[in-house]
């Protein structure tokens, strides 16, 4: 089956503290997609990122980064110098292929992340 | 680009009357549509996979009549809650996928807020 763990519910950081959001996924693709959003207390979902599996390669986008290690199924993202405005609930979401139909989503539980001043 | 919009934002109802929501695509083509639900403090749960004319696939345990979908063009896909009750309150969230697109990647729309009576 597939699955996606967030095992932090929730975690609080002293604002310009680095922050590293951990997700464990399951599955028998081989080729998928890995995603992170964020999703404010508005409840719009904010896209934060994008990694295919089939680069390993680890990136830096601002004061976003990940760390995608297909071997142990992990993606994690790290906020470095967090503020209180990243304040939110962090989703992974791989894009999996279901045992019939499309590729979709499997949301993990969710990060929430309080950023205090 | 890739916007997607949900009317209304947010509504109110009686027990035991139906509400309509309406998911856009406002600047590109979408083949497929999601569904989600979201209970407070809880994930993204999806319902339903929408395609363009042809019947929606239903996740496990959802009531494909009492939430009705239907997906006439391939910007619109609409969803009605049928003899609404308190325990389908909910915040509802539509993605739209590209027909052009290649890294399965979704757009959501701002969610809906559905509260019953």
């Known amino acids: 089956a597939q699955k996606v763990t967030q095992a932090q519910t929730e975690i609080s950081v002293v604002e310009k503290e680095d922050v590293t959001l951990d997700c464990v996924y399951e599955?028998?693709?081989?080729?998928?997609?890995l995603f992170w959003y964020k999703q404010p207390p508005s409840g719009e979902l904010v896209f934060l990122i994008r990694?295919?599996?089939?680069?390993?390669q680890n990136e830096i986008s601002g004061r976003y980064s990940w760390n995608f290690q297909k071997s142990t199924s992990s993606f994690n993202f790290t906020i470095t110098a967090s503020q209180v405005v990243d304040s939110a609930v962090y989703f992974c979401a791989p894009s999996l292929t279901p045992t019939s139909g499309t590729y979709k989503y499997i949301f993990g539980t969710g990060t929430r992340l309080k950023v205090l001043a | 680009g890739a916007v997607v919009s949900q009317h209304p934002s947010w509504v109110i109802c009686k027990s035991g009357t139906s509400v309509k929501i309406e998911c856009r695509s406002l600047?590109?083509?979408?083949?497929?549509m999601f569904w989600y639900r979201q209970f407070p403090k809880q994930s993204l749960m999806l319902m339903a996979t929408?395609?363009?004319?042809?019947?929606?696939?239903?996740e496990q345990g959802v009531e494909k009549d009492k939430f009705l979908i239907n997906h006439a063009s391939l910007t619109l896909s609409t969803l009605t809650v049928t003899s609404a009750h308190p325990e389908d309150s909910s915040f509802y969230i539509c993605s739209a996928r590209m027909t052009s697109g290649v890294n399965n990647e979704q757009f959501f729309g701002p969610g809906t807020r559905l509260t019953v009576l």
């Open positions: 990694r295919n599996s089939f680069d390993e």
């Open positions: 600047d590109f083509q979408a083949t497929t």
């Open positions: 929408s395609n363009e004319g042809s019947k929606a696939t239903y």
């Open positions: 599955t028998r693709d081989t080729t998928y997609y």
